[in-house]
């Protein structure tokens, strides 16, 4: 059968996806990238906050109007399918399955009564098949997560954290560089954490070292740390590791500490400084990326001070930042204090004014050096390359490196990239080679 799919959400997701599509395609199946050729589409969604669920539903309500034109099935997984499996059964009745995560070790049994048997001729093997661009990968070393963080409902969706053991994950990294892939991006809710389940310590340091003997990466990049578990073993691996850039994605959520500890979480504002102050003392080109909330319930505007305060304080390199979502079964659901959305929207779009002028300042800080760039994308019209350097994670999530080059550059190439002009958040250059 021809099988489409549409991921939603967040890297794990996608890890999600493309793991069924090789299980899928093992089964003699094929995978269509066109859902106008698909016998059967799979929607692999995401839960997270309101913003989130309200795409997800209304994909599944665009993809369920090909019914009209020939659609066999249409079946529906992923975190909405775990958080709300009888509401979508009720409402909508074009869907053929839902599939919860707590479902997908039996996901085979699941799926071969709907989908049939598969083309015999199409099987081949393979432990997983990348939908981006060949040369970069992310790769899941846990999933869940044991922080029970207020406002977060992914111990609800998938439940707590569950590392998988460094053997594997070794593995899994081989046969991704045997393929091609030179960017590999390490990803959990919680990297720090990695180990603790299984090993009874925290192993992310171990699990460094392994992955930077791997022939064929260029850069390997860790997404999502956590400041108490920021251990001097991690810091260690990455400076010994040559291949690990020194990308600190650290999530805050907050500044004031009172807030923090509505929010549940662990860290104090003077332990964030101290800890990117370690970082930028042992990593001189380090990049340091977070991530706030604002607008959780009991914000007051002094606690919205203090945080404008530690981003100025700090001068994060990266930030992303949104307005609290308020999500049923959360213990934020119902706290008291909920902050009006108009109050939200004004104090992010304050904190991202103060960012920007931030990131402005650093990337003008650049012109005249060089940096190394993975090329992604060609301009059609102007000829100009678009690239990241070792400061800009994948997705578009940081900014990007547009230069000219006198030479044509495949793409997935390094090169090394003269930076002659900035914007807020891209650097301009010129190819050196």
Known sequence: MKIGFVSLGCAKNLIDSENMMAMLKSEGHEIVPDPKQAEAIVVNTCGFIASAKEESIQTIFEMAKYKEKGLKKLIVCGCLAQRYQEALEQEIPEVDAIIPIRDYDKL????R??????????ISKSERVLTGNPWQAYIKISDGCSNHCAYCAIPLIRGEQKSRTIEDIVKEAAFLASIGVKELTLIAQDTTKYGLDNYGEYKLGDLIRAINQIPGFHWIRILYMYTDEIVDDVLDAMKESKKVVPYFDIPTQHASTRMLKRMNRRSSHEEVKAITDKIRKMFPNATLRTTLIVGFPGETQEDFDEMMDFVKEIQWDRMGAFTYSQEEDTPAYDMDGQVPQEIMDERLAQLMQVQEQISFEKNQAKIGSTVEVLVEEQEALTGR???????????????????????????????RVKVTDARDYDLMGVCQE
């Open 108 to 111: 085979a049994d699941r799926l």
């Open 113 to 122: 009564p709907l989908l049939g048997e598969g083309d015999q001729s199409l």
């Open 385 to 415: 390359y678009r690239g990241r350097s070792q400061a800009d994670a994948p997705d578009e999530v940081d900014g990007q490196v547009i230069f000219t080059a006198d030479k044509d550059i495949p793409m997935g190439s390094f090169v």
